[in-house]
């Protein structure tokens, strides 16, 4: 348990699983900002520093991995995914390859570098790509968590992680497990479905509400999503609240709304989300709240809902 | 491979199995209605070395073994030769051909590769990604304590991607000897000739500048391609080898020409090409 990045996190659990050697780490010449440096001192001889060649790297990865190695191919989120869609397909996706792609530098959060460091539109993309995992943790003890089990999974993934500190929000007894969502707090009337940072902005958003009406979900694993999960706390609340910092369209609010739709499960329903817009720069907490992500938003939202 | 040295064809016979090869891609994408046989042709010769002249270190009959050598086809588009070579390397059935492009292939012989197909390291058909994909798989092996080589053909027009680029200069910085790129450079692409669409001269410049250890040969002299896939890795330095090769070589009326890039031959220019590849 600690207040920290979940990059930090993810650096720090690749130096504990390092002693298996089939875990290698490659990194787009960033692995200072992603972590993964840590790994590099201690195994330089399993860590490949790609330079700035997001590209080379993802299929050097899923090279490696043809050969029984274990690849976590780390990057900022922008240029990880952005620069390769074609060898994430090719030579990952479709050839089933066991690559985890780690995107550090997510959504608004990360603050004043701007749009063009703000990854908003990862996981509308990698949810729609056949074969792929797609989590995303919420603090340091579910990322440590999650970096193993990924590394257990066989198979493509892409794991979205976050720039700035948040809390600590789970200790050990919380048991991470690929595709299971996860009650946090049990209310009354509303259901909040937050995943990664938004999960801390709900846990702030909640603290402004008075009472015990509103049940909060960390959904890590957007897909395959906990459809069950999703169903049962739908039906048995009045609401529905999405929460991610990520575009509207494609991300949690969709993947939540789908099952829903699917079900025939029909509630008030509103998607804290980024609004189909590039933001700006400014901080982290500016960005939350001229976009709509802050805990005030949120806090709205769930009054709207209950009026 | 070595229990089997002597039974090594010599390069005439390496050059009969490579015309065998040319007839059986050209009959499975006469009967597939599609395909590509100019690229096909044009890489025959240098994949008839590396199967069947004691070159690529591989078993059919163990085709995950990890000290393998690997073998990718990084211009993936080029199946019907990639196919007919796995069928007569007994990784498929020459049966298993009838099923090429076909919808429920048992064996997936897809238009372009993937790794459902047996002998088939990992799907390729978007032009740029295997010189990466083969230079992993060189550092995967080397982690492991193998001696294995990993061979790759590029197309020459593939070598507009950047990618491939990226991957020269990585491949140079970890030093990885044992990644060994055949540039199938039969100086024609779907559009146009090469050299028109974007010149790739000087072209070992380009690989020497990157710090590769560079060979060139005529991609149709058996001699010379057997000779320089014999030679002793390069103490540090990846190989590239420029094959001089002629699109559609072997069938007169297809030799050179962009236009049988991309398609099948209609049954008169079958049976046509068929009498010249004797």
């Known amino acids: ?307 | 491979m070595n229990e089997s040295q002597l039974t090594i064809p010599n390069t005439t016979e390496l050059e009969k199995i490579a015309l065998d090869l040319r007839r059986l891609a050209l009959k499975i994408i006469f009967q597939a209605g599609s395909g590509h046989p100019g690229g096909s042709f044009s890489a025959a010769d240098l994949m008839a070395a590396l199967f069947f002249g004691g070159i690529l270190n591989h078993d059919s009959k163990n085709p995950n073994d990890p000290k393998r050598d690997r073998f990718l086809l990084s211009k993936g588009h080029v199946t019907g030769i990639y196919y007919s070579v796995l069928a007569k390397a007994g990784y498929i059935s020459e049966s298993d051909l009838d099923s090429y492009r076909k919808i429920n292939s048992e064996r997936f012989l897809s238009g372009h590769p993937h790794p459902k197909t047996p002998g088939i390291e990992i799907a390729s058909g978007s032009l740029g990604q295997g010189l990466s994909v083969a230079h992993g798989i060189a550092l995967g092996t080397r982690l492991d304590g193998y001696d294995s080589k990993v061979y790759v053909i590029l197309g020459d027009g593939e070598l507009h991607e950047g990618q491939i680029w990226e991957a020269a200069m990585s491949a140079d910085k970890f030093k990885s000897n044992n990644l060994i790129a055949i540039v199938d450079n039969n100086k024609v692409a779907q559009d146009n000739i090469t050299k028109d669409l974007k010149d790739l001269e000087p072209l070992e410049d380009k690989w020497k500048s990157f710090n590769w250890d560079v060979h060139r040969i005529d991609g149709h002299n058996m001699k010379a391609i057997t000779e320089v896939l014999q030679l002793p890795l390069h103490p540090e330095k990846p190989r590239v080898i420029i094959a001089d090769t002629v699109k559609g070589k072997g069938v007169s009326f297809m030799e050179g020409k962009t236009s049988w890039h991309g398609v099948a031959p209609s049954p008169e220019d079958y049976e046509k090409a068929l009498k010249e590849l004797v």
């Open chain 1, 1 to 307: 348990m600690k207040d920290a990045p979940t990059r930090d996190a993810y650096g720090q659990a690749l130096v504990e699983m390092g002693a298996d050697p089939r875990i290698v780490v490659l990194d787009a010449g960033v692995s200072d900002s992603t972590r993964s440096k840590k790994f590099g001192e201690k195994y330089p001889e399993r860590f490949f520093n790609m330079g700035i060649a997001e590209a080379d790297m993802v299929c050097t990865a899923a090279g490696l991995a043809t050969t029984g190695k274990i690849p976590f191919a780390t990057g900022f989120a922008c240029f990880l995914l952005g620069r390769t869609m074609d060898q994430v397909l090719v030579s990952i996706a479709y050839s089933r390859t066991n690559v985890k792609l780690v995107g550090t530098h997510t959504g608004l959060a990360v603050g004043e570098d701007g749009p063009t460091a703000q990854m908003i539109v990862d996981i509308a993309y990698t949810r729609a790509i056949p074969n792929m995992v797609v989590v995303q943790p919420a603090d340091w003890e579910e990322t440590t968590q999650a970096t193993r089990a990924l590394a257990e999974y066989d198979g493509p993934v892409y794991f979205r992680l976050g720039r700035p500190k948040v809390k600590a929000i789970f200790d050990s007894s919380y048991k991470f497990e690929i595709g299971k969502g996860r009650v946090m707090k049990k209310g009354s009337d509303l259901v909040i479905f937050a995943t990664g940072i938004m999960v801390q902005e709900s846990l702030k958003a909640m603290e402004m509400l008075d009472g015990n009406k509103v049940t909060l979900v960390n959904i890590s694993t957007l897909k395959p999503i906990d459809r069950d999960l999703i169903m049962e706390m739908a039906s048995s609340h009045k609401a529905v609240i999405t929460a991610e910092d990520h575009n509207l369209i494609g991300g949690l609010g969709d993947a939540v709304g789908e099952v829903l739709l699917d079900a025939q499960i029909s509630k008030p329903f509103k998607r804290i989300a980024v609004k189909d817009q590039f933001a700006e720069t400014g901080t982290r907490a500016e960005l939350f709240e001229k976009y709509g992500l802050s805990a005030n938003h949120i806090a709205q939202a769930v009054k709207d809902l209950l009026k």
